[in-house]
């Protein structure tokens, strides 16, 4: 069966402090690898698709970049207010969608 | 622009009752999907639509649960005979195309369901 494992569960930085989430898969057909961030009490929001491997993707401190077995969310010299937990999530080509249960980063001032 | 809008933001309701969620996707958007999240797990899917009709209902955990859609913009989630285990947050989503395009899915904040 498809899934999606992301790792740690949990992550504590230093504002500053730059590190990587993993997001690793095993699908019979990618068709789409997509990081949502989401706030307690709020919904997921959409941050990067990627649809092959080699692919990257950046937004402010944040970079996505994926291979033939997982992703990677880089977060470069992260600030509090990144705060929040990063959600992985895949289509196949049976056009089913599997999201991970996601990483808690917390970026001490 | 909108969002996806949900409400109630909140319910809480005792076991046995029915209870209706409802959800507004983004004008225009004709997937829309509806999703449970728990504490701790990952989010479930339950049901999506495209325009009025749901090709795919693989996600719902018994026939207590049902949805609809309307006009090719509303959906309500209705949970019959409700029971502790409903307890959740229902989180919907809508993207611009069918599920085959392979659009991002926006979401609502959902709404928080507690059965006592």
């Known amino acids: 069966e498809d899934q999606v494992t992301q790792s740690p569960e949990a992550l504590r930085l230093q504002e500053g402090e730059s590190s990587s989430l993993n997001c690793s898969y095993t699908v019979s057909g990618l068709r789409g690898l997509f990081w949502y961030r989401q706030d307690p009490g709020k919904g997921p929001e959409f941050l990067f698709t990627l649809y092959s491997a080699g692919e990257e993707k950046e937004k402010e401190r944040l970079k996505a970049t994926l291979t033939k077995k997982e992703s990677f969310l880089h977060i470069t010299a992260p600030k509090p207010e990144d705060s929040a937990t990063y959600l992985c999530a895949l289509t196949n080509t049976g056009n089913q969608f599997y999201f991970g249960t996601g990483t808690s980063l917390t970026v001490i001032p | 622009g909108a969002g996806v809008s949900q409400s109630p933001s909140n319910k809480v309701t005792e076991k046995g009752k029915d209870v209706e969620l409802r959800c507004d996707p983004i004008?225009?958007?004709?997937?829309l999907y509806w999703y449970r999240q728990s504490l701790g797990q990952g989010l479930e899917f339950l049901i999506y639509?495209?325009?009025?009709?749901?090709?795919?209902k693989s996600g719902l955990p018994s026939d207590r649960f049902s949805a609809e859609r309307t006009g090719g913009s509303v959906s309500t989630l209705t949970i019959q005979r409700t029971q502790q285990e409903d307890s959740a947050v229902y989180l919907c989503?809508?993207?611009?195309?069918?599920?085959?395009?392979?659009?991002?899915?926006?979401f609502g904040d959902g709404t928080r369901l507690s059965i006592l």
């Open positions: 004008s225009g958007h004709t997937a």
């Open positions: 989503a809508s993207s611009l195309e069918d599920r085959v395009s392979n659009q991002p899915q926006h």
């Open positions: 639509f495209q325009g009025n009709s749901a090709p795919d």
